[in-house]
């Protein structure tokens, strides 16, 4: 039986033969390093286990009403008012099943068949999916280190036709970790605003920036969609919870095709993510925080004195993407190889678009500095002979 085109039009993600090929080598024994994954290795914080089971003990375990629960939305009101100083009413909020359930929320309530919608590439794959999902049209604006791989409004112009809709930023990004700038943030809000376009912002990894703290995109226009999520920074991958905040008028829209979605988001998550602002959980994520960047600034100049090219130093998320071409012309018969030979498993530039993918790797700095530290030993041995 076959599937239908739209699914059939979706890639796979080429991590995933990485990922397999790891998996067979471990099987016969070999230790292999894993910075493929875009996943902290960090456990979910204790605050958040302890409001957990307390709720599924209790009984907490039925549906929620469909835009969440309503005090898990005060308090991610709170939050825009304590890290931002934003004023956001409870009401704007959706808490959604992941980032992605918000992505999907705000592409279906923004978007027509036949809409485009403009993103950076490289950038996170699944963006364009959830776009040809709902037959909108994801158009895909290449960005380099000079823009620091984020689109910028003179770029915005140059590819807005009459049938832009949307504009889709992610800061920090995956794969680049690099910031776009809240002057430019501030300027494509409000190009979008004059040609009743909306600007969506996906801030899932705001909480894990190294320097500066860039400012919620919700803090320049009230017309703006932002994204956000319980995944990364909060060390909750698996639980399934994130949140949007939409203009006022885009809520009943957005309510009625959460309902019909997915119901409701995941109940004991909810639960649990109300420990996830609590000054207790707040310090044990700032020393998780510190230890990514630790992490980062052991790797960034490792992988700069290897020979890998990395023209931006990215301020923020757990990622690095590295121009490899200097020691292979494909980057994914490098990623291949070096799993092969020494055993680290990279992302190769495929997985994150069409600009030049075969120069580019992804590091995910998701393991501790002693790991990352063999790793940079194991990689040297490997490109010393790639060079030779
Ligand atoms: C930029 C970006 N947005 C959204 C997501 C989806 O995250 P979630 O686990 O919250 O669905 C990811 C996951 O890697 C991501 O990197």
């Known amino acids: 039986m076959n599937s239908s085109r739209r699914a ?3 890639a796979p993600f080429h991590v995933m033969d990485i ?9 016969q024994g070999r230790d292999i390093i894993h910075l493929e994954v875009g996943e902290p290795d960090f456990s979910t914080p204790e605050p958040i286990l302890k409001a957990a089971m307390q709720a599924i003990r209790g009984g907490d375990v039925h549906y929620t009403p469909a835009l969440g629960l309503p005090e898990l939305r005060e308090e991610i009101a709170a939050f825009y008012r304590t890290r931002y100083g934003v004023e956001l009413p409870a009401a ?5 099943p992941g980032a992605s359930g918000a992505l999907l929320l705000a592409l279906g309530v923004l978007l027509d068949a036949g809409d485009e919608i403009l993103m950076a590439d490289p950038g996170y794959p699944c963006n364009r999916h959830f776009a040809s999902f709902i037959d909108a049209v994801p158009v ?12 910028t409004p003179p770029l915005v112009e140059r590819y807005w036709t009459e049938k832009t809709k949307a504009v889709l930023i992610a800061s920090p990004s995956n794969p680049t970790g690099t910031l776009a700038r809240d002057e430019d943030v501030r ?4 190009l979008c605003s004059a040609r009743c376009a909306t600007l969506i912002v996906d801030e899932i990894y705001h909480g894990l920036v190294y320097e500066g703290s860039p400012q919620t995109a919700l803090a320049h226009a009230d017309d703006v969609v932002v994204v956000n999520s319980f995944s990364k920074h909060f060390h909750m991958t698996g639980w399934r919870l994130g949140w949007l905040a939409a203009p006022v ?16 988001p995941p109940t004991p998550a909810q639960f649990a993510a109300l420990a996830a602002f609590s000054q207790e959980t707040h310090s044990i ?3 998780r925080r510190l230890e990514m960047k630790a992490r980062r600034d052991f790797l960034l100049p490792a992988l700069r004195e290897l020979g890998f090219s990395l023209p931006v ?37 495929e997985d994150f678009g069409e600009t030049a993918p075969e120069r580019y790797v992804r590091f995910a700095y998701t393991r501790p500095l002693p790991v990352l530290q063999e790793a940079v030993a194991r990689i040297r041995n490997f490109v010393s002979g790639s060079q030779a």
Do not use: H, W
């Not at 998320?317 to 490098?334: H, I, K, T």
């Open 285 to 287: 994520l700032e020393a």
């Open 249 to 264: 008028g885009l809520m009943e829209g957005i309510e009625r095709l959460a309902q019909n979605l997915f119901l409701a």
């Open 92 to 96: 704007r909020i959706a808490v959604t």
């Open 19 to 27: 990922l397999a090929r790891a998996k067979a080598l471990e099987a």
């Open 313 to 349: 130093t990215p301020q923020g998320a757990f990622y690095l993407y590295a121009d490899a071409s200097r020691f292979a012309a494909d980057s994914f018969v490098f990623c291949e190889q070096m799993l092969d030979e020494v055993g680290v498993a990279i992302t190769p530039g």
């Open 8 to 10: 059939q039009g979706i």
């Open 187 to 190: 300027d494509i809000a409000a």
């Open 140 to 151: 895909r604006v290449p960005v380099g280190a000079e823009s620091a791989f984020q689109l």
